[in-house]
């Protein structure tokens, strides 16, 4: 990678929590779609966990699907809405993905955590998220977690989206017909080997029609991964390391084709975490210096997962989950400018 990197410069006009201030619990794993100008979050609500089960269950346990919408360019949220109820089905929910695949047509992806049960599932909206049907089984070959970050469409297959799937072998690509339920073209980014493996994979569509992707290594040793497909998912080019350290990035293509990367930064032997933002000019091929959004505290599972949107203004909305005094994490929403 060239060490000439793109600048980055931004101002935080707001941030403010979306979610109730009468909440407790433990609220994370943010993502966020535009529908047809109305900017829809999908979050994770769970119950407190004490510190004794810390090393255990780091995200929290009985884990509820809430999802909150604006319609005034995220600046403000309404009461959030219950989706999936873990008091009602017992799953621990640990996913809320949502994706606008156009015509009001919204995709929930989520996914089950218990020792009883571990499956993927996914729900597709058809009034604009307003409503989510019974969820059916998203059961992919190798058992991998699918998925992280938004589906995009394909373009031979106006039925069919592209998303990322992780773990089991390793991390890659599969299509899905949200109408069916039907699976198919599953390609692999990386595969799987004992030193460390690469997961929660962000995809994108550049204006080229080149698909970027970038990825979590697990163990942080190198820090974020990119890769790239010219054949709709299909292949993918060998990873290689952005030099950016941190863990679960997710990008977005800003309406001039830069893309921006919001993920939880850290720094080498150091505790500290952040809610980190970079930029590439050039298709992904280098990255500015991260700009902090936010530092939070209580560990590295604090924080750090975060997605983008663009509002009609031209301004970034940045959600992401957060503890600022040890406290459980909530969600928060940003408004910038670049």
Not at 233 to 244: D, F
Request: glycine share 10%; with cysteine.
């Amino acid at each position: 990678m060239s060490d000439k990197r793109p600048r980055l410069s931004i101002s935080i006009i707001d941030s403010k929590r979306i979610t109730p201030q009468e909440w407790d619990g433990y609220q994370s794993f943010p993502t966020i779609t535009d529908v047809n100008g109305e900017l829809l979050v999908g979050f994770r609500r769970a119950v407190n966990i004490s510190e004794d089960l810390r090393q255990r269950m780091d995200h929290g346990m009985a884990g509820d699907i809430y999802t909150t919408r604006s319609t005034d360019g995220g600046i403000t949220f309404e009461h959030p809405q219950l989706i999936i109820s873990h008091a009602q089905d017992q799953t621990n929910e640990h996913d809320a993905l949502v994706t606008h695949l156009g015509d009001g047509k919204v995709l929930l992806i989520s996914r089950t955590h218990t020792s009883q049960l571990r499956r993927n599932y996914f729900s597709l909206s058809t009034d604009g998220g307003k409503t989510f049907p019974p969820r059916r089984p998203l059961d992919l070959p190798g058992g991998e977690w699918a998925s992280f970050g938004h589906f995009i469409p394909s373009l031979d297959d106006e039925s069919t989206f592209i998303g990322s799937f992780y773990n089991g072998p390793g991390c890659g690509t599969f299509r899905l017909n949200p109408e069916t339920g039907k699976i198919s073209q599953q390609s692999y980014i990386y595969e799987y080997f004992p030193e460390y493996r690469l997961n929660e994979t962000s995809i994108a569509r550049l204006p080229s029609g080149r698909i970027l992707a970038l990825m979590r290594q697990q163990p942080c040793m190198e820090g974020l991964f990119k890769s790239h497909s010219d054949d709709d998912g299909k292949t993918w080019s060998t990873p290689a390391p952005i030099g950016l350290y941190g863990e679960a990035p997710t990008i977005k293509v800003l309406p001039d084709g830069r893309i921006l990367d919001i993920y939880r930064g850290m720094i080498r032997k150091n505790p500290k975490c952040r809610v980190a933002l970079t930029i590439s000019e050039d298709e992904g091929a280098t990255w500015s210096h991260p700009q902090t959004l936010a530092w939070y505290k209580g560990g590295r599972f604090h924080g750090g997962y975060g997605d983008l949107a663009v509002n009609g203004e031209g301004q970034i909305i940045a959600v992401y989950y957060i503890s600022r005094k040890h406290e459980g994490p909530v969600v928060e929403r940003m408004v910038l400018e670049i």
